[in-house]
Each structure stands twice: as C-alpha cells, then as structure tokens.
C-alpha cells in the first residue's frame, strides 16, 4: 500500500508516495541527501544553489560507484576463493576414494 510522506530536503519539503515498508528507508535516504547537500552548502556558500545541489549529487553518485565496484571485486574474490574450495574437496574425495 502507498504512503504519502513529506521529506525536506535543504528546507524545502517534498511530497513524495512510498510503499508502507519503504517509508523508514527513504526517510533515511533523504535524510542523508539533506545532510550531505548542506555540508556542499557551506563549503561553497557562493555559488548557487543548483550548483551545489548538482557537486553534492556527483558525489552521493561517486559513492555508488565506488560500492558498486567494491562489492563487485568482493564477490570475484568470494567466488575465487569457493572454486578453490571446491578444488580441496575434489582432491580430498578423490584421495579418500582411492584409499
């Protein structure tokens, strides 16, 4: 079922419609949207606003990217690791049945 939820967002709110089991979540997501706008808001006071708003998105993007990459390069090790695995325990059948 959707929800009607308000979020703000540099001090304006926006209404957005969530799945009830999203609501907690995208609190979250926009709170943490919030915060790191604001953070690019004071470090560059001068400029406009859109332009800190779009700085602040390439980084929030960058962060993806970057967990993104390392999730995939930790799932490469972990599947390199259990075809290793898989090799010990074909030895260790094949030795025990030669046995």
């Given amino acids: 079922m ?5 979020v703000t967002i540099l001090g304006k709110q926006y ?7 999203e609501e907690e979540n995208m609190l979250r997501i926009c709170a943490y ?4 706008f604001r953070t690019y808001r004071e470090q560059l006071s001068k ?7 779009s700085l602040a998105a390439l980084s929030i993007a960058e962060e993806l990217f970057e967990a993104r990459t390392s999730s995939s390069e930790m799932e ?6 259990m075809q290793r695995v898989n ?13």
């Fill in 15 to 21: 209404p957005l419609k969530v799945e009830e089991h």
């Fill in 33 to 36: 949207v919030d915060e790191r």
């Fill in 47 to 53: 400029q406009p606003e859109s332009t800190v708003m």
């Fill in 76 to 81: 490469k090790n972990e599947e390199l690791m």
């Fill in 2 to 6: 959707m929800k009607s939820i308000k």
């Fill in 87 to 99: 090799k010990s325990l074909e030895r260790l059948i094949e030795s025990i049945q030669e046995a």
